[in-house]
């Protein structure tokens, strides 16, 4: 096989995605795996393993763009980077026409970017210098009840009531959990709440557009999120096939689309 | 996004003889507070600068000192020393970062100048709170700590319109600080020393104007980071000739520039308005982030500030009273949306940035709806950036990257 694929990088702060594509942008493999202190290494590992699903070799790869956080700190096969506001932007837009407003949650930061028909941006916010509303947000809850990350959603699923959170700061947050907990409230309503705190903390940053995506690590594996989401602002969402993977894909695009000028 | 080649700083020749200039005046000033004939008097940046001049006080400045503390990253280290007396971390980090310096013994001037332990011992701390009530408490804590007299103007707020009403009151305000002035000097107050002052201010104030005007040409030859190097004299020597000289040298430099085609930013591409206070600790990277995005942050509100059209030898005080008022800090929403539209016609620009500084409340422009209201007004995007002008505890780095970095992208969309 001599295929010519097209692989992006988006190397985050919690965990590295890769995403290797045709030359009709269809995904053809993909790896995830936690970003750790190697970052080279990470990025080379999952290279390695997006490749082998695709079918494909390092030699087959016509081009690569990388995005994320250590975008500008890892040795990989290109030195053509994208931010990630603009790969998530790009990864959207290929699967979802006309205007809309990107919800992207992960492990260390949200953005809401606004694309219009053409997707093209319009405007987009990051989070401030703060936690809340990010995965580190639920990593660091989830290790104050001690229940793994991975049992959270279906946790959430199960309350019966929940219990609002107060506060947008992460360690006062957590103070009321521990509150909660003392009090003998259910945890599974205080999960509900912590998510409700999260979603609430997004939608606060910035107006929506009638068609609404959620991208991103935090909803890809809690989709409980998504609900939520859908029930607070009175519409369905939209959610790509694999919304960890959208800066990824994005990134991937834009190596294909470098090979377009 | 790559950067395919370094960027490249281009030194302004004349900032030798500014370093020169600022290196007399801190010497002056140590001379000053050594004497038993000369008086020291502490002024906040945009107070009665002119007035204590006349009356031949050596000038000192703590929001210089502040911002040195801040360029020199040595604030950080000391804000906390102000924080453990009682000064939030959440207010003023020029007060905290300058009332930990002297709780500390430290000054970026003993450094940058030998035989300068520190700033000068004041007789007399002289504030305007037209820029905020911050620059009250600050000195006020001076005025226990030192017992000296600490008197100042307490100025009407956000109004759009600068009144007649507002310069009586102002006017009347500055006249009041004379007794006690003349006390401390000595002295009595020469009004012909005085309109001479006031004449020196305007014509170094209408010079210091040209120079960030000369920025209106494309490419632009000069950038805000360079602006808030080269605005020393216009803030600490306004009132002397030597700031005139100076600024008539550099303005000569500039216009060269413009003649010869030489950009600040090596292939200016897009053309960036700065509302807020810069980052002091990170002048140089932000100035290399923006170059390497070909992106000329080539205009300023905060530069801008030091503009001050209506001094008037004629009418000495009563023009200070108006210069003061008309300062953009002071005014309301609806007068600095429209300065801001005015200038982002006059310098052609394709974008704003707005830093929100979380010390510095007055100065951060992002906090009730301007963005929003002025990209609607205009179609001019803008892009809200958090941190602080000298607490680096409140910069996220990557954060500032990624978000001009995006932003860049978006423009480059457009």
């Given at each position: 096989?001599?295929?010519?694929?097209?692989?992006?990088?988006?190397?985050?702060?919690?965990?590295?995605?890769?995403?290797?594509?045709?030359?009709?942008?269809?995904?053809?493999?993909?790896?995830?795996?936690?970003?750790?202190?190697?970052?080279?290494?990470?990025?080379?590992?999952?290279?390695?393993?997006?490749?082998?699903?695709?079918?494909?070799?390092?030699?087959?790869?016509?081009?690569?763009?990388?995005?994320?956080?250590?975008?500008?700190?890892?040795?990989?096969?290109?030195?053509?980077?994208?931010?990630?506001?603009?790969?998530?932007?790009?990864?959207?837009?290929?699967?979802?026409?006309?205007?809309?407003?990107?919800?992207?949650?992960?492990?260390?930061?949200?953005?809401?970017?606004?694309?219009?028909?053409?997707?093209?941006?319009?405007?987009?916010?990051?989070?401030?210098?703060?936690?809340a509303g990010t995965g580190a947000f639920l990593e660091e809850m989830s290790s104050r009840?001690?229940?793994?990350?991975?049992?959270?959603?279906?946790?959430?699923?199960?309350?019966?009531?929940?219990?609002?959170?107060?506060?947008?700061?992460?360690?006062?947050?957590?103070?009321?959990?521990?509150?909660n907990i003392r009090h003998g409230k259910p945890v599974a309503d205080i999960i509900r709440?912590?998510?409700?705190?999260?979603?609430?903390?997004?939608?606060?940053?910035?107006?929506?557009?009638?068609?609404?995506?959620?991208?991103?690590?935090?909803?890809?594996?809690?989709?409980?999120?998504?609900?939520?989401?859908?029930?607070?602002?009175?519409?369905?969402?939209?959610?790509?096939?694999?919304?960890?993977?959208?800066?990824?894909?994005?990134?991937?695009?834009?190596?294909?689309?470098?090979?377009?000028? | 996004?790559?950067?395919?080649?370094?960027?490249?700083?281009?030194?302004?020749?004349?900032?030798?003889?500014?370093?020169?200039?600022?290196?007399?005046?801190?010497?002056?000033?140590?001379?000053?507070?050594?004497?038993?004939?000369?008086?020291?008097?502490?002024?906040?940046?945009?107070?009665?600068?002119?007035?204590?001049?006349?009356?031949?006080?050596?000038?000192?400045?703590?929001?210089?000192?502040?911002?040195?503390?801040?360029?020199?990253?040595?604030?950080?280290?000391?804000?906390?020393?102000?924080?453990?007396?009682?000064?939030?971390?959440?207010?003023?980090?020029?007060?905290?970062?300058?009332?930990?310096?002297?709780?500390?013994?430290?000054?970026?001037?003993?450094?940058?100048?030998?035989?300068?332990?520190?700033?000068?011992?004041?007789?007399?701390?002289?504030?305007?709170?037209?820029?905020?009530?911050?620059?009250?408490?600050?000195?006020?804590?001076?005025?226990?700590?030192?017992?000296?007299?600490?008197?100042?103007?307490?100025?009407?707020?956000?109004?759009?319109?600068?009144?007649?009403?507002?310069?009586?009151?102002?006017?009347?305000?500055?006249?009041?600080?004379?007794?006690?002035?003349?006390?401390?000097?000595?002295?009595?107050?020469?009004?012909?020393?005085?309109?001479?002052?006031?004449?020196?201010?305007?014509?170094?104030?209408?010079?210091?104007?040209?120079?960030?005007?000369?920025?209106?040409?494309?490419?632009?030859?000069?950038?805000?980071?360079?602006?808030?190097?080269?605005m020393g004299p216009a803030v600490v020597l306004r009132g002397t000739q030597q700031a005139?000289?100076?600024?008539?040298?550099?303005?000569?430099?500039?216009?060269?520039?413009?003649?010869?085609?030489?950009?600040?930013?090596?292939?200016?591409?897009?053309?960036?308005?700065?509302?807020?206070?810069?980052?002091?600790?990170?002048?140089?990277?932000?100035?290399?982030?923006?170059?390497?995005?070909?992106?000329?942050?080539?205009?300023?509100?905060?530069?801008?500030?030091?503009?001050?059209?209506?001094?008037?030898?004629?009418?000495?005080?009563?023009?200070?009273?108006?210069?003061?008022?008309?300062?953009?800090?002071?005014?309301?929403?609806?007068?600095?949306?429209?300065?801001?539209?005015?200038?982002?016609?006059?310098?052609?620009?394709?974008?704003?940035?707005?830093?929100?500084?979380?010390?510095?409340?007055?100065?951060?422009?992002?906090?009730?709806?301007?963005?929003?209201?002025?990209?609607?007004?205009?179609?001019?995007?803008?892009?809200?950036?958090?941190?602080?002008?000298?607490?680096?505890?409140?910069?996220?780095?990557?954060?500032?990257?990624?978000?001009?970095?995006?932003?860049?992208?978006?423009?480059?969309?457009?």
């Amino acid at each position: 096989m001599t295929e010519t694929v097209y692989v992006g990088l988006d190397m985050g702060a919690s965990r590295t995605k890769v995403a290797v594509i045709d030359h009709q942008g269809r995904l053809l493999g993909h790896a995830v795996k936690k970003s750790g202190i190697d970052f080279g290494a990470t990025a080379a590992l999952c290279l390695d393993a997006s490749l082998e699903m695709a079918g494909v070799t390092r030699s087959q790869i016509g081009d690569a763009v990388a995005t994320g956080y250590g975008r500008n700190n890892v040795d990989f096969v290109t030195e053509k980077n994208k931010t990630e506001i603009g790969c998530h932007a790009r990864g959207c837009h290929q699967q979802f026409s006309g205007a809309i407003t990107i919800i992207d949650i992960g492990g260390q930061d949200n953005k809401l970017i606004k694309l219009d028909e053409r997707g093209r941006r319009s405007s987009f916010k990051m989070n401030r210098k703060c936690a809340a509303g990010t995965g580190a947000f639920l990593e660091e809850m989830s290790s104050r009840l001690d229940i793994p990350l991975e049992e959270m959603n279906n946790l959430a699923r199960q309350a019966t009531e929940m219990i609002k959170l107060g506060s947008y700061c992460t360690v006062f947050s957590a103070t009321e959990v521990l509150e909660n907990i003392r009090h003998g409230k259910p945890v599974a309503d205080i999960i509900r709440g912590i998510f409700y705190s999260m979603i609430q903390r997004v939608l606060e940053m910035d107006s929506l557009t009638d068609k609404v995506v959620l991208s991103g690590g935090v909803v890809a594996h809690n989709p409980y999120l998504v609900e939520m989401t859908e029930e607070l602002i009175g519409r369905p969402v939209l959610l790509p096939e694999f919304p960890q993977l959208t800066g990824a894909y994005g990134a991937a695009l834009y190596a294909l689309d470098g090979t377009k000028t | 996004m790559a950067a395919d080649k370094q960027p490249q700083r281009k030194k302004i020749e004349a900032t030798g003889q500014m370093m020169k200039i600022m290196s007399d005046y801190f010497y002056d000033l140590n001379d000053a507070a050594k004497s038993d004939e000369r008086k020291v008097a502490w002024c906040t940046s945009v107070g009665p600068a002119e007035l204590l001049r006349a009356m031949g006080f050596a000038v000192h400045f703590p929001e210089n000192h502040a911002a040195m503390l801040g360029a020199t990253r040595m604030a950080t280290e000391l804000i906390p020393e102000a924080n453990t007396i009682g000064y939030s971390p959440d207010i003023c980090s020029y007060l905290t970062a300058d009332i930990g310096a002297y709780l500390k013994g430290s000054s970026p001037l003993a450094k940058a100048y030998p035989g300068i332990e520190g700033p000068p011992k004041p007789d007399v701390l002289v504030y305007n709170t037209n820029q905020c009530r911050d620059v009250q408490d600050w000195f006020s804590w001076y005025a226990k700590e030192l017992d000296v007299p600490c008197i100042g103007i307490t100025s009407p707020k956000n109004f759009t319109d600068v009144s007649e009403i507002l310069i009586d009151d102002v006017t009347r305000q500055i006249e009041a600080l004379i007794p006690t002035l003349e006390e401390v000097s000595g002295k009595k107050l020469d009004p012909q020393k005085l309109r001479e002052t006031v004449a020196l201010s305007r014509e170094c104030t209408e010079l210091w104007r040209q120079v960030l005007e000369t920025a209106a040409a494309t490419p632009a030859p000069l950038t805000f980071f360079d602006g808030t190097i080269h605005m020393g004299p216009a803030v600490v020597l306004r009132g002397t000739q030597q700031a005139v000289d100076y600024y008539q040298q550099l303005l000569a430099e500039l216009q060269q520039r413009i003649a010869d085609q030489v950009a600040a930013v090596d292939g200016e591409k897009h053309r960036i308005y700065w509302e807020g206070m810069p980052v002091w600790g990170r002048l140089r990277q932000h100035s290399e982030l923006f170059s390497e995005l070909q992106a000329s942050v080539l205009v300023s509100t905060y530069c801008s500030s030091w503009v001050f059209p209506d001094f008037d030898a004629e009418q000495p005080i009563r023009s200070m009273a108006k210069a003061y008022l008309g300062l953009f800090i002071v005014r309301s929403d609806a007068y600095k949306e429209e300065y801001i539209k005015q200038m982002l016609k006059k310098f052609q620009i394709d974008g704003i940035i707005y830093h929100d500084a979380k010390t510095c409340p007055c100065n951060s422009n992002s906090r009730y709806g301007m963005p929003q209201r002025l990209e609607e007004e205009t179609g001019i995007p803008s892009l809200v950036i958090s941190g602080d002008l000298n607490d680096l505890r409140c910069v996220s780095d990557e954060q500032t990257r990624t978000n001009v970095e995006a932003f860049i992208e978006q423009l480059e969309e457009k």
